[in-house]
């Protein structure tokens, strides 16, 4: 089992209801031209007792109402929307907007259309000078933002004209009941945007707007109620860069009421995933919210009334990755610690796009740790063949707001298959355990230090592992640990690989695409206001203190952790003589691991496995 085993792998995203009761989805697996690099194939699929492929060129987003099925497609660097007829025939392109269309809603009667798009603005070309007066200008896996906001568009009869044009841009749109207008949502200001702030409107189909809530915090996954109310997922920053979003139902007379607190959305992590599911709130054909929620190391489906009576849906054995209702059938993309996405009904599984294919991986051992201030940290081990001592490798999740748990981590498979064991966790920080646990409060490299180390010892005491031979690795707020651990306990760690981590907040508040309110939110300080605080959370301000040979992986496009945190590691580990090497990868962001070229994720894990060979194997 080695890193080219990932040229095999297929996946399965954007489940979705299709004609004849059947789940419509997207398939998408890896081409490997002669002369070309590798790619991702992306296809329309309909489940009818088996797999059949409804287009052989690119199709993303799909969507079935009617007499067509809809999707999206690249069109000369654009996405523009298609309809396939069920009648038969060749897809229909339907927009030509030279922006493209980056999101799209179709109405109840399926006679309209919401569009999200840019229009017709075109860009600067890439060699002339660019002109910005907001923030952000730049996004991860999306480079520079275009200057134009991005507007809500409505296609009908053939013809599109604009419904919602905002100086801050249409964030999201949905449908309202009866189909006589769209709830969105959108910033009320260039500082509501700088803060991840939002608001809800309801427009008609003449134009006419009406706010109806918000300007306290983000708000998403809208959707209408047959009632003419509304349910959605927002929250008000009450316990900063940690909070977690809240269930609420807005009744027709305007009142809102509380319908569920949690984890929402999926958040464990997985790199067996390429495209989207729908995670968010949906009506079911019970009159039910159902919504997906990361619960102690599972994302399950959680049932909810308009009254806020709420249970599971789904078993903890396994992580919903999208879900639809073909008539009164639920259908899932179900995942598991072994399996990528599976299409499964009622548990059944219908479809897995890997037999034959993915071998038989190992499910990790669970392990709970008692904290000595009275929490339990749960994590998991990955023991090699063989008696041991084996040497481990501590693996720390990114966010900090996510989770690892019941997804499969095909490197950490990689690893433990080339003889290392692999030992990772939940600390405090992490999503699924409540609202008190994920709140980091301004404690990074405090409360999660001591709960990672804390399970290191505990699994070294447990297991027949190495504690002579330990590594510790990750990426982005993994990374950030890393350096933090290796610069803070320079003796305890015999090799180190910081992937897309963060040294220096001071200047990551500046280069970062969402480094002011997200290092503000995180550690309440600014630059001007409270530098001590950034340089004092920076493990820059300890790199004297690290011994540990250490390889650092970023790429040169990441604007989420931007590649200058990277450098300015390895040139002072360089500087200071620690054996350091750096994989620096061009062309991708901070999605290499998980959505990068095949190729570079290949050559990103070989790089771990040679460097972990090096320094462990001895």
Not at 127 to 151: C, H, N, S, V
Not at 226 to 238: I, M, Q, S, T
Not at 243 to 259: A, H
Not at 555 to 566: A, L, N, V
């Amino acid at each position: 089992m080695t890193p080219d085993l990932l040229y095999q792998l297929r996946f399965l995203s954007d489940l979705t209801e299709g004609p004849g009761g059947k789940p419509l989805f997207i398939y998408t697996d890896i081409e490997r031209p002669e002369k070309e690099p590798p790619r991702y194939r992306s296809r329309l699929a309909l489940w009818d007792g088996a797999m059949r492929l409804l287009t052989q060129g690119e199709a993303k987003a799909p969507f079935w109402r009617g007499q067509y099925i809809y999707f999206t497609r690249k069109v000369d660097k654009a996405t523009q929307l298609f309809r396939l007829p069920l009648t038969g025939g060749e897809a229909e392109q339907m927009t030509q907007f030279k922006a493209g269309v980056e999101a799209y809603k179709v109405s109840p009667d399926g006679s309209r259309i919401a569009l999200l798009t840019r229009g017709d603005y075109e860009p600067p070309q890439p060699d002339e000078p660019r002109i910005y007066e907001t923030w952000p200008f730049k996004f991860d896996a999306r480079g520079l933002l275009p200057g134009q906001p991005r507007e809500l568009w409505l296609w009908e009869e053939g013809a599109v004209r604009p419904l919602v044009k905002l100086a801050q841009d249409v964030e999201d749109a949905a449908w309202n009941a009866v189909g006589n207008g769209l709830y969105f949502t959108a910033s009320g200001s260039p500082q509501e945007r700088w803060s991840w702030i939002q608001r809800a409107y309801h427009v008609s189909l003449d134009g006419q707007m009406d706010e109806l809530f918000g300007g306290v915090g983000p708000i998403g996954g809208l959707e209408p109620t047959p009632d003419g109310g509304l349910v959605y997922l927002a929250h008000a920053w009450e316990r900063g860069g940690g909070t977690e979003s809240k269930l609420y139902y807005r009744g027709l007379d305007g009142t809102i009421s509380l319908l569920a607190e949690g984890s929402f959305l999926n958040s464990v992590n997985s790199d067996m995933r390429i495209g989207t599911g729908v995670q968010t709130p949906k009506v079911g054909p019970d009159g039910r919210v159902y919504v997906v929620v990361t619960h102690q190391g599972s994302a399950r489906l959680l049932a909810v009334t308009l009254g806020g009576e709420a249970r599971f849906f789904s078993p903890a054995e396994f992580s919903i990755l999208g879900f639809t209702f073909c008539g009164n059938d639920l259908y899932t993309l179900s995942e598991n610690f072994t399996h990528g996405a599976c299409l499964t009904r009622r548990g059944e599984v219908l479809f897995d796009p890997n037999t034959g294919v993915l071998p038989e991986l190992t499910t990790p051992q669970e392990v709970r740790y008692e904290a000595p201030e009275g929490h339990t940290v749960q994590g998991w081990v990955l023991l090699p063949e063989g008696e041991g001592p084996h040497p481990v490798i501590l693996y720390i999740h990114g966010g900090p707001h996510t989770a690892f748990g019941n997804a499969p981590m095909l490197q950490l498979q990689f690893f433990r298959a080339a003889g290392f064991a692999v030992a990772y966790c939940n600390p405090r920080g992490s999503t699924g355990y409540g609202q008190d646990y994920v709140e980091l409060d301004k404690r990074w490299g405090d409360i999660d230090e001591k709960d990672l180390l804390g399970f290191l010892d505990h699994v070294l005491a447990q297991f027949p592992l190495d504690a002579h031979r330990v590594a510790v690795a990750g990426g982005s707020y993994g990374g950030y640990m890393t350096n933090w651990l290796t610069a803070r306990h320079p003796a305890r760690f015999k090799a180190a690989v910081t992937d897309r981590s963060i040294c220096n907040w001071t200047s990551f508040y500046g280069a970062s695409d969402i480094g002011p309110r997200f290092t503000y939110l995180q550690l309440g300080a600014r630059p001007w206001e409270n530098p001590e605080v950034l340089w004092q959370k920076s493990p820059l301000s300890l790199a004297h203190q690290v011994q540990t040979p250490t390889l650092v992986v970023h790429s040169e496009q990441d604007h989420r952790c931007p590649i200058d945190q990277g450098e300015t590691w390895y040139t002072v580990l360089l500087q200071k003589g620690v054996p350091t090497r750096f994989f620096r990868v061009p062309e991708e962001g901070h999605e290499l691991s998980r959505s990068g070229r095949p190729d570079r994720r290949v050559a990103r894990l070989n790089a771990y496995l040679e460097w972990f060979r090096t320094y462990l194997m001895d």
